[in-house]
């Protein structure tokens, strides 16, 4: 393949990549230790990050932007092998027109991340969801992998929501076409997708013509069941570990055991300060909501007294090759 990288060859694939950019964008996430070339796989542990580390010393990649590019054509190529076509949104999600309503809580809030997820959403507003509450409880491969997790300090945290009576929070809203879904529910697998209702921030009138689609708090039981291989396939031995693809063996190779824990861990640092700034984007109030109900894993302290405690997380840069991505 290196021996057809000329100029011409490379620029043909940097003008497809960036046709492709917003285009089934980041739906690897419950996959990362899925490999990029089979040969590979048959001749040892060739993870996520070494096929990127590959793709981007033979085509030369060395910015942040051409970096985006291809993370989004490489999982392209790598969801290929995957089978996500018969995932079907909650009842009542689905619009007239084919489009599906979706909850953005943590990263979402951004719609430039937004787009690399969903390339073709529509009607991207400011909403309030009521009784439910957004925690700092769930831990994902691809924070270790991208080397922003720091074990150490415990900073290993994702966001996600949990039902809570009387809470609420402010997120946005918006519409993916229907056949985008199944790409968007992989990459959240871990998750409960739900249907929640959604209402104005002013009014506190319905907003849309349908629920929304939120990820909420799953269990490691649930997902097991479902998608890793030593507990689908019976009498499973211990090597089948290094096979399975799921996020719940990439977490074990990490030397995490759970994707859900009670235990106090803190959020990882450059992905809180990309929700901080995405919520600071839309707006003064939709900042200090995120401030003031978002919580640790204790469901106690909020995140603006855990920022207050340490502020140099909101000078904390992401790794070039995140650079928009987790740029607010």
């Keep these: 393949m290196e021996e057809k990288c000329g100029a011409e060859y490379r620029q043909r694939w940097l003008e497809r990549i960036r046709r492709v950019r917003l285009c089934f964008a980041h739906i690897l996430l419950p996959f990362q230790k899925m ?92 909403v309030r969801v009521r009784n439910y509450k957004r925690v700092f409880a769930h831990t994902s491969p691809i924070f270790f992998s991208r ?29 993916i076409p229907l056949e985008e879904y199944p790409a968007l529910a992989m990459r959240e697998a871990e998750f409960n997708f739900t249907a929640v209702e959604t209402r104005d921030v002013h009014t506190d009138e319905l907003v849309g013509e349908t629920r929304s689609v939120c990820c909420v708090r799953g269990s490691d039981e649930l997902y097991a069941s479902q998608y890793c291989k030593r507990v689908i396939e019976e009498n499973g031995r211990e090597e089948d570990e290094k096979r399975c693809e799921c996020v719940k063996c990439a977490l074990k190779a990490f030397g995490e055991p759970m994707i859900w824990t009670d235990e106090l861990i803190y959020p990882t640092r450059t992905y809180c300060r990309h929700c901080v700034l995405a919520a600071r984007k839309l707006g003064r109030a939709v900042e200090d909501d995120f401030l003031d109900n978002t919580f640790l894993a204790d469901r106690k302290t909020r995140l603006r007294e855990h920022l207050e405690r340490d502020p140099s997380i909101l000078e904390e840069l992401p790794p070039e090759s995140l650079a928009v991505r987790y740029g607010g």
């Design 35 to 126: 490999v990029f070339f089979d040969r590979e796989r048959e001749s040892g542990d060739f993870s996520y990050n070494d096929s990127l580390s590959l793709l981007f010393k033979t085509f030369q990649i060395s910015n942040s932007s051409e970096s985006e590019c291809f993370l989004s054509v490489f999982d392209v190529v790598v969801a290929q092998k995957m089978t996500i076509t018969n995932i079907k949104p909650p009842a009542n999600t689905v619009t007239s027109d084919n489009f599906v309503a979706i909850v953005g809580f943590g990263s979402l809030l951004s719609e430039t991340s937004a787009l690399f997820t969903a390339p073709n959403l529509r009607d991207f507003r400011v």
């Design 147 to 175: 080397d922003i997790a720091r074990q150490k300090t415990r900073e290993i945290a994702s966001l996600s929501v949990e039902e809570c009576d009387g809470c609420s929070f402010i997120g946005c809203r918006f519409e």
